[in-house]
């Protein structure tokens, strides 16, 4: 299993970014369906932080106050990808971003998960 976090870039402030999470390996025993997506990100200098997680089903979201209202987690499970759709985009906004995987319910902290892909970096300039 090896999640790959694409569609990163460089916006500038009120811009918006679509950031999809995939195994990247293709793995033939693993279906990201099956899992918790959680996204997180890190900023330059700081902790890795909560940012929005969703249920296997999708039917439950989980957002970190500083995003709620402005971006938006989604997942097709047909496509084993999952998505996080980022509006009004802010320059507090910038960081790595990251998606990770886990079984069970979803939850906030990252050492709750239990597999996690490479980021992506989102630049949002003033």
């Known amino acids: 299993v090896q999640l790959q976090a694409s569609g990163g870039g460089r916006v500038q402030t009120g811009g918006s970014l679509r950031l999809s999470c995939a195994d990247s390996a293709l793995s033939e025993d693993f279906a990201l369906s099956d899992y918790v997506v959680g996204w997180f990100r890190q900023a330059p200098g700081m902790e890795r932080e909560f940012v929005a997680a969703?249920?296997?089903?999708?039917?439950?979201?989980l957002y970190a106050d500083s995003v709620k209202g402005r971006f938006t987690v989604s997942r097709d499970n047909d496509k084993n990808t999952a998505d996080l759709q980022m509006n009004n985009l802010k320059p507090e906004d910038t960081a790595v971003y990251f998606c990770?995987?886990?079984?069970?319910?979803?939850?906030?902290?990252?050492?709750?998960?239990?597999?996690w892909g490479r980021g992506t970096l989102v630049t949002v300039s003033s």
């Open positions: 969703i249920s296997w089903g999708g039917s439950a979201t």
């Open positions: 990770a995987g886990k079984s069970g319910g979803i939850y906030r902290s990252p050492g709750e998960y239990e597999f």
